[in-house]
């Protein structure tokens, strides 16, 4: 008789980021498998929209890296586990992955982690905290840029370790929900009037939270360069996200947009409860990271919706971009290589740029589906009950 897979993953919150939905995602696949599903979490927005009848949630305080939380955080955990009788565990962040170790040690559980990030480290003792990533039976890398960042500084933790395994298993979004074609034009509208926004103009959406390694600066000095030239279309630029706390940031921008007497063409929305109505307003997303993306996921969520993307050239969205073909690469950092492949992509005409949306849309389909990513996952914890 088979085990019957009963997973718990552990985040530190659930919102509406890449690690976060990718959570979500596989909680509500897994029971269409005659799976049991469970999250743990302190908390977040995206709790409402948990269907309780096929996912359980507890909230603990996983979020917080103080060692004695953490330790207490893993001997609850392992209650959870035996008492739900739980057989796979999968850790999505550092800290709850350290409660996550502790506990599945405890209750002899299979234990799963997914690399998110590069996660920075300038010392031993930081390394070492990183290092829980890859201390488990399955380490999952959202893309081949995380894959090589791993084997370059974790090598030693695969070394003669017979029953751990890394891999790649791309990230996926809903395309079902990020689909052009389920946006209600009354929406659109409404999104419009409300933020001021004029759609006979060229839109440029900046997607993403505001901290400083996602490029705002760079977008803001590029858009001053474009707003000097006399031969592209007339635009608006559109900075979307929160500053999630980071009012000095916050503030900068501002004033970098103040300084630039971009005012009538850079807006500031803090929030769009439903994205794919911002992306439908759009005609170019950019994402001009300065640090290399672990998968891109604004890049993947504009070509689902059939929108060019302009995105830097390090990072996840060298994989998930067609070069030329879904979406175009501008030289990181660089606010003049920025404005010049924005202008390449405003001055093509109607028919190239929808051209452009259905070769991206058709890219993420048969890549980036959350339908690939979960299958992929539930492939692998299969596999680890059968070692179990």
Known sequence: MKKKIKVLQVIPKLGFGGAETGCYDLAHFLPEYDCKSYIITSGGELLKFVKKEKVKVFRLPVQSKNPILILINSFIISLIILFYNINIVHARSRAPAWSCLIATKITARSFVTTFHGTYNFNNKLKKFYNSVMVRSDLVIAGSNFIFSHINENYENYFKNKKKKKLLVIFRGINTNYYNPQKVMPLKMDKFSKEHNIDRN????????????????????????????????????????????????????????????????????????????????????????????????????????????????????????????????????????????????????????????????????????????????????????????
């Open 201 to 388: 103009k060229f839109i440029i959406l900046f997607p993403g939270r505001l901290t400083s390694w996602k490029g705002q600066k760079i977008f803001i000095e590029a858009i001053k360069l474009l707003n000097q030239e006399n031969d592209i279309p007339s635009f608006q630029a559109v900075i979307l996200g929160s500053d999630q706390g980071r009012n000095v940031y916050k503030k900068q921008l501002v004033g970098l947009v103040q300084q630039h007497s971009l005012n009538r063409i850079i807006k500031f929305i803090d929030r769009c409860e439903e994205m794919p109505v911002a992306y439908r307003i759009a005609n170019l997303v950019c994402s001009c990271s300065i640090e290399p993306e672990a998968f891109g996921r604004v890049s993947v969520e504009a070509q689902a919706m059939e929108l060019p993307v302009v995105a830097s050239n390090i990072g996840g969205s060298t994989e998930t971009i067609v070069k030329d073909k879904t979406g175009f690469l501008f030289k990181s950092g660089d606010p003049k290589d920025l404005a010049d492949t924005i202008k390449i992509v405003m001055k093509k005409d109607y028919n190239s740029l929808k051209s452009i949306g259905f070769e991206g849309r058709k890219n993420i389909l048969k890549k980036f589906d959350v339908d690939k990513m979960c299958n992929s996952t539930f492939t692998e914890y299969k596999k680890l009950i059968e070692l179990s």
